[in-house]
């Protein structure tokens, strides 16, 4: 069931996406509640999974510039097989199962177009079940976070409250 989330869980979680170091006493004197409701808050928020903290690396500043979607076509009753396969390599930053006329799709983050070309052809291309892929550049990424913070009201409704 999806957790409710008011608007004070919403300005905490802005809070932290602006800076996820911030202390919970400055969010708390920003918003003028207590630092115990903003620790609670925070907590509870990971606790149902709504929000995770960790530190996120921007790709491209490690040495890794090409950002390329590819989308697998696997035989039959090897899907889940082929996707904690490809889930295990380090430069797959995405896996998805999908419907339609593919079965997986994946975010992979590479050095070079080259580079991306070996991982697909090479390592991809040799798993076991692994019928035809179909391989997406791209060049200019827009957005990469879900913005919670900024969601319709309407996204919300019908949710369970769950009160501090």
């Known amino acids: 069931m999806a957790r409710y989330v008011d ?4 300005a905490i979680v802005k809070f932290l996406q602006q800076d996820g170091r911030m ?7 920003r918003l003028g509640v207590a630092e115990r409701t903003v620790r609670a808050r925070i907590d509870r928020l990971i606790a149902d999974d709504v929000i995770s ?5 921007q790709p491209a500043t490690v040495g890794y510039g090409v950002t390329a979607d590819v989308f697998l076509e696997v035989e039959s009753g090897r899907i889940q097989e082929v996707a904690r396969t490809i889930a295990a390599r380090p ?16 975010q992979i ?6 580079a991306l070309y070996d991982f697909v052809t090479d390592d991809l291309g040799r798993i076991p079940g692994v019928v035809r892929t179909k391989t997406f550049i791209i060049p200019k990424v827009i957005k990469t976070n879900f913005d919670l913070v900024d969601a319709p009201s309407e996204v919300l409704a019908g949710q369970v409250n769950s009160s501090n």
Do not use: Q, W
């Open 23 to 29: 202390a919970s006493a400055e969010i708390a004197r």
């Open 109 to 114: 983050f590479a050095p070079s177009v080259e």
């Open 7 to 10: 608007d004070l869980d919403r």
């Open 91 to 106: 430069e797959v930053g995405y896996v998805g199962l999908t419907t339609g006329d593919r079965d997986i799709s994946i």
């Open 53 to 57: 903290l960790v530190a996120r690396v």
